[in-house]
């Protein structure tokens, strides 16, 4: 392996995000989030942490979606927040598949699972596996 350079700060980040777990329990507990709310939470949060950005979540820079300072403050966040509540939430769960057809005239649509396509795309997928 390679000498590694320039560590100082990502071992600091990693040691933080190894301690800041208790943190993140401790937050959740005492402010009894639930997986409902981890959406509106985390952009609370990114607001405080960034109170001076715009809450913009993504600009285009050069025909790309770029993830702002406060974007990437939401998925940091919502992160977290995810994290420490999968140990708690064994309940099932919605699936919800959504289709993106890029290009010029694209869109999306979410798909009923419960649909005939719905349930021809689960046998695709399964057949893949």
């Known amino acids: 392996m390679n000498t590694l350079t320039n560590t100082a700060t990502v071992i600091n980040s990693i040691r933080y995000t190894v301690k800041g777990r208790a943190a993140w329990e401790t937050f959740v507990t005492e402010n009894k989030i639930t997986r409902?709310?981890?959406s509106e939470t985390?952009?609370?949060l990114a607001s405080l942490a960034y109170p001076n950005e715009?809450?913009?979540q993504t600009v285009t820079v050069d025909g790309k979606k770029v993830r702002t300072t406060y974007g990437n403050a939401v998925q940091a966040a919502a992160f977290n927040l995810r994290n420490v509540l999968a140990d708690e939430d064994d309940s099932p769960k919605e699936v919800a598949l959504r289709v993106s057809l890029s290009g010029?005239?694209?869109g999306s649509a979410k798909v009923d699972m419960e649909s005939e396509l719905g349930k021809q795309i689960l046998a695709f997928l399964a057949a893949q596996n």
């Open 54 to 56: 715009d809450t913009v």
């Open 36 to 38: 409902d709310m981890i």
């Open 104 to 106: 010029e005239g694209g």
């Open 42 to 44: 985390a952009k609370a």
